[in-house]
């Protein structure tokens, strides 16, 4: 458990065994509330019991709220362990097509198969599955006991994503943004992601964030650690686009110039102090493709 929840700082974070996944849950009074809940069965049942119990073991609370801020699918997970609960989530996740459902829904599976966690019942969150479905466009809000909370869709790391914002915690959690400071996971347009990460850097300033939960990895812990993240990932994307042009204007194929423009990437990271790993290799070279595809006009 990265956090455990208190009456000061009502945040609870399980850390999972797989993809340093976190389970994100907000508590307040006799409501509480679970943000993609987790990997495996135990993280989520042991989310569930953490924000309904913490501090008020003789009187658990109601979980109201099951937030998914996207559809891949390590983020839908675990919706159907909270009966009775609305599900909010942006409007582009319930509007998925059958086709993508069911690419989400099998990559799930082959996870599950791989975990060995089995899980014949799930399906994918929709306006036919999900009891009480609230979807939003660009931003709502919800409560939790007297709590405040805002949903915002940002575009970007996918065409479906969005960050939840805690205004008395101070806390954003940015769902795959800011997942790995310096290796921006991208999964759908370039141009897009970094347009999210000025609109981050904005809202930092403006909202005088000081907490960053992403749903993998470490927690950012102050405004000057959130701000220094996204100017790295800003700046990556420049140092990475300006690359992909000019190697683009000299006509090399794009399998050398997506190779090329990746290790221009390395330096780069490595001169400020992040080490590059077989992981973070390729996701540089997916970023490459994905600016690449951009500047020639290909669809994506
Ligand atoms: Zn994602």
Redesign the pocket.
């Known amino acids: 458990m990265l956090l455990p929840g208190s009456a000061r700082d009502p945040l609870v974070v399980v850390r999972s065994g797989f993809w340093n996944f976190n389970g994100i849950g907000l508590f307040d009074g006799d409501e509480a509330l679970v943000v993609d809940p987790g990997i495996f069965p135990e993280d989520i049942a042991l989310l569930g019991t953490a924000v309904a119990t913490r501090g008020n073991p003789d009187r658990p609370r109601t979980i109201e709220h099951v937030i998914l801020t996207?559809s891949?699918h390590d983020?839908i997970r675990g919706w159907q362990h909270f009966p009775g609960a609305r599900v909010t989530t942006p409007q582009p996740v319930a509007d998925k097509n059958a086709t993508s459902r069911e690419r989400i829904v099998a990559a799930k599976t082959a996870i599950d198969e791989t975990l060995g966690t089995p899980d014949p019942d799930f399906v994918y969150p929709s306006a036919e599955t999900v009891p009480r479905l609230h979807t939003f466009e660009q931003q709502t809000s919800l409560r939790v006991g007297e709590l405040e909370v805002e949903l915002h869709l940002l575009l970007g790391?996918?065409n479906c994503?969005s960050v939840v914002w805690i205004p008395a915690h101070q806390t954003l959690l940015t769902?795959?943004y800011l997942v790995s400071p310096g290796i921006p996971y991208c999964?759908w347009q370039a141009k897009e992601f970094e347009e999210a990460l000025v609109w981050l850097r904005q809202f930092t300033t403006d909202r005088d964030v000081q907490r960053v939960i992403p749903a993998n990895n470490a927690i950012l812990k102050s405004n000057a650690e959130i701000k220094s993240a996204l100017e790295l990932e800003i700046d990556y994307f420049a140092h990475l686009r300006a690359t992909c042009q000019d190697l683009h204007a000299t006509g090399l194929s794009k399998d050398k110039a997506i190779r090329q423009a990746a290790d221009t990437i390395i330096p780069f990271r490595e001169s400020r102090g992040k080490t590059t790993t077989r992981a973070a290799r390729r996701q540089d070279r997916d970023n490459a493709g994905r600016i690449l595809k951009e500047i020639a006009g290909d669809p994506v």
Do not use: E, L, N, V
């Open positions: 996207h891949h983020h790391h996918s994503c769902g795959d999964r």
